[in-house]
């Protein structure tokens, strides 16, 4: 071995240099396995996404910070498990070729309204004027923060052009201010909505107050549809909201299904309050394999129930929030998760989780506007709660267009939609009870049969609000809308915040 003190100061250097280079060689070695390492375990994990049956789905990601990426991969997740078939990407490697089909955006804006970099690739060789996209079906997840003067402003110009050049909405836009907890449980909502899994777990945890289940009265009795209940609820303390907000609830199991498994494992009766509220196994072997668990064993390894959400029919001076619940059956037959805890299981005077979800999108126009209220079924409780804003403010140039089934079992809450209709809270009422007469009559054919006096009060100033359900109606109300007024004429309702949508 060769001692570097005898070495003369320039061969010193030299080998000093050497060793330099040695390192950054190894160091570069090691980088370049590293990425090589994780390009192939992106790789691998875009390929076992685009397994599955069915249509599939594009998730495009622009971000800055990294938290639109991390969210669009919990997305595409998601859509995986649910066996929906996922092209996960970054939006600066989306073509235009791509924009066919269901596609998901999540999207952030960063500095003062400013797009993420590795957004400005698509915007100049995509986002161009004349792009065909009718044959795009999209969700946009805006992340922004309010503080900033233009809030969401990249997801919101990027939903803009996306309905401009002729994509058609899935839903609408939701928007995430500064990671709010409440916004990303809606998305993963409707994420649900379009494959149908609904009982996969929050992706975070609500903070649920305790609220107690008041009242419950059967609405339809005789209805050929499903039943739909009047639930009233009540906090324990003062909960504020305002018309347009939402109600999450969290389910809980149905108690028979809890008793079964506390027999079957043999746990304490106390048991239940924990078990009521988490994801239970129903194969034999998922059951056998927390045998001899411990009841807080057994909590740890099952996931808590997601939760559900429903617009709001009552303000806070009727001292409490009110909701139209429709039972909804599950594949097996079971009432639904939601519907079955608030409309079958939960008992008046039982204490219910839930809290309320702001929902400034569905927020209401100045007293002044005139209103259109649409709505079809359950669709009533959101429109319902503006229809008592506006009574209370004075404010009577409303026009509401509701349907259902039958007048004779349908017409929820008619007494009350009679007296607003005579008192000239409500100035125009059209009702379309589709099995009323031999020729199916919706919302959408009420439209078209006003198109001019609708023509009339968009030209007075009035604001649109649609209520109800994602499929169907709300699409062809939609279309309708697009055919009366056209377009354009949609498009500038829409920029000028008077055509908002609650719709599930």
């Known amino acids: 071995m060769i001692d570097p003190s005898a070495l003369s100061p320039e061969a010193r250097r030299l080998a000093a240099a050497g060793l330099v280079a040695g390192v950054y060689a190894l160091f570069c070695g090691a980088m370049a396995l590293r990425e090589a390492l994780r390009r192939r375990a992106v790789r691998q994990a875009a390929e076992a996404l685009s397994r599955g049956a069915g249509e599939p789905v594009l998730v495009a990601y622009a971000s800055q910070t990294g938290f639109a990426e991390e969210l669009a991969a919990a997305t595409a997740k998601a859509l995986s498990e649910a066996g929906t078939p996922v092209t996960l990407r970054d939006l600066s490697a989306v073509t235009a070729a791509d924009l066919a089909g269901r596609a998901l955006f999540v999207v952030s804006t960063t500095g003062e309204g400013d797009a993420p970099d590795p957004a400005r690739a698509f915007i100049r060789d995509v986002m161009k004027d004349g792009a065909d996209l009718s044959a795009l079906r999209y969700g946009v997840l805006a992340l922004g923060d309010s503080t900033y003067a233009h809030f969401c402003a990249f997801g919101r110009s990027l939903d803009a052009w996306l309905a401009r050049n002729g ?51 059967l609405l339809n009795p005789g209805s050929p549809g499903g039943e739909a209940w009047h639930v009233r609820l009540t906090p324990a303390d003062g909960a504020s909201w305002e018309a347009g907000d939402i109600l999450e609830i969290g389910p809980r199991n149905a108690p028979a299904e809890v008793e079964a498994l506390i027999a079957a494992l043999g746990l304490p009766d106390a048991a239940a309050e924990t078990l009521s509220s988490l994801r239970l196994p129903h194969e034999p ?120 089934r039958t007048a004779a079992h349908d017409h929820f809450h008619r007494d009350e939609i009679e007296g607003w209709t005579a008192s000239g809270v409500i100035g125009r009422l059209d009702l379309a009870f589709s099995r009323d007469q031999a020729e199916r009559v919706y919302v959408q054919h009420r439209l078209h049969g006003a198109a001019d006096a609708l023509r009339q009060w968009v030209a007075d100033g009035a604001a649109l609000y649609v209520c109800g359900s994602l499929e169907g109606m709300s699409r062809d109300v939609h279309a309708a809308l697009v055919e009366v007024l056209g377009a354009d004429g949609v498009e500038r309702l829409t920029d000028e915040g008077r055509y908002r949508r609650d719709v599930y």
């Open 167 to 217: 994509g058609q909405p899935l839903f609408d836009r939701v928007e995430v201010d500064d990671g709010d907890p409440a916004a990303l449980r809606h998305w993963q909502g409707q994420i649900a909505l379009l494959t149908g899994v609904t009982d996969a777990p929050d992706w975070s945890r609500p903070a649920y107050g305790p609220w107690t289940l008041a009242e419950r009265r």
């Open 285 to 404: 072997a998922a059951i056998e394999a927390l045998r001899g668990l411990s009841v807080e064993a057994i909590a740890e390894r099952l996931t808590a129930l997601p939760h559900r959400e429903y617009s709001i029919a009552s303000l806070p001076a009727d001292g409490g929030v009110e909701l139209i619940v429709r039972l909804m059956p599950r594949a097996g037959g079971q009432p639904g998760l939601g519907s079955g805890w608030l409309c079958r299981f939960a008992k008046v005077g039982q204490a219910i989780d839930a809290r309320v979800r702001t929902n400034r999108s569905f927020h209401a126009p100045e007293p002044e506007r005139p209103l259109i209220l649409i709505g079809s079924g359950t669709g009533l409780a959101g429109l319902r709660a503006h229809l008592k804003a506006r009574a209370v403010n004075g404010a009577n140039r409303n026009w509401l267009l509701f349907g259902e």
